[in-house]
């Protein structure tokens, strides 16, 4: 068995496809085929079933991805560690960051780490609070970036900086000019939130445990998988969402007004850094860590 056929393996198995596994790859159709077939021959087990021009994970082949990704993680960790032996921060250094935190907090200092350590080549993966876990609990990910709580107690969890949720809605909407909206003005506006996962929506969810309410009191229009998503929604609605402040305030569509609604004690949330105590740190890792405050 070797490294080529696991990565191999886990994109066909991933995709379920093996023309797309072997364009991600930038190989061909039959070297992909080839591979899978030796590893199959190789230990005598069917790790996809082929019906017509269709390919499906057996049940062995399903048990065998988490081992898979495990080892090809092992294995980037141990090229990195390597890489890494010399006197600067070089190398790759892969983030998840959820949303928020990804899309607005971390891209500038991204920038500043590149300009003083040009070879570290970054890449950074968007996901919601739990998938930015998993990714570095799986080792798919060398640093976590997230917003609000989340439940990894695998991981050391630093926060890093702190963000202000804000009341958005049209700048027309009566409760634009509601200076504190009450436990009844919730319950009859119409909302739309982030999906179950997100660290947006578990930080509302806190403020209106706060309020003696629940989610399921509200009356939900609509749940949605991004900011910006929300943003277009909110400008052509009746309703009301929460979102970062400080996304607010620099990054509304042009051409959309909005206004946060005046709030004495918003409801606020910890940005943090996700790490994995057991896994090797690397220059980068720790480069990155010291210029945000995480070291």
Known sequence: MTLEQIRIFLAVAERQHVTRAAEALNLT???VSSAVAALEARHR???FD??????????????????ARALLAESEAAE???????????????ISASQTVGSY???????????????VAISLKIGNSAQVA???????????FVEGEVDAPDLLTRVVDRDALALVTRKDHPLAAAPAPDRAAYLAQDWVVREPGSGTRAVFEDHLAAMGLRLADLSLAMELPSNEAILAVVAESDYASFLSAGTLASHVPAGISFREVDWTARPER???VLIHPQRYRSRAVEALLTRIGGA
Do not use: C, N, Y
Not at 50 to 67: H, N, P, S, Y
Not at 80 to 94: H, I, K, N, P, S
């Open 29 to 31: 159709q039959s070297a």
């Open 45 to 47: 087990v069917r790790l």
């Open 50 to 67: 082929r019906v017509g021009r269709r390919i499906a994970l057996t049940e062995a082949g399903r048990r065998f991805m988490d081992t």
């Open 80 to 94: 990195l560690m390597l890489a890494d032996l010399g006197q600067t921060a070089q190398g790759r250094l892969r």
């Open 105 to 119: 907090w971390l891209p500038p200092r991204l920038v500043a780490l590149h300009e003083t350590h040009p070879g």
């Open 134 to 144: 998993r990714a570095v609990s799986e080792g798919a990910a060398d640093l976590g």
């Open 270 to 272: 910890a940005f943090s």
